[in-house]
């Protein structure tokens, strides 16, 4: 989900969107972001799939919790940082497929479509991740082609 950061990079002064932890989770499930991907953003605990890693990735874009990106990032892979845009917001979640990624796999892909706005402007980004176990946890590696 490197690409979720796309844009030119924010001013580290920008605010994040806020989310309370009765908001509903950014991530399309029906739950509190506080007892669904908040848990995760805490570190109360962790992501069990490659599908829930993605999601609670996906609330952490739509956050801007670059510190919960960055720690579910794999090293071999992971930026210094995270360049948000200040102006776009992530509005809606649709995973696509999932291969592998559960309990007993070391390694998963998520295909989904993560929904934007930016002023008036509106758009999909379409990505396949890959996911893999580092270290005994669920981390982010990278996209695979789409073509």
Do not use: I, N
């Amino acid at each position: 989900m490197d690409r979720m950061s796309r844009r030119h990079p924010a001013p580290r002064a920008a605010a994040a969107p806020r989310l309370l932890p009765s908001s509903p989770c950014p991530c399309g499930l029906p739950a509190a972001y506080g007892d669904c991907c908040g848990r995760l953003h805490r570190g109360q605990t962790a992501a069990t799939t490659a599908e829930s890693l993605m999601r609670s990735r996906y609330s952490a874009f739509a956050a801007q919790d670059e510190a919960y990106l960055l720690r579910t990032w794999h090293p071999d892979t992971r930026p210094a940082e995270v360049d948000f845009d200040p102006a776009l917001r992530w509005t809606g979640l649709e995973v696509v497929s999932t291969t592998e990624g559960g309990a007993f796999h070391a390694e998963g892909t998520v295909a989904f479509r993560a929904h934007w706005t930016e002023g008036r402007e509106q758009g999909v980004l379409t990505e396949h991740s890959r996911f893999v176990r580092h270290e005994g946890a669920w981390v982010y590696l990278d996209a695979l082609s789409l073509g």
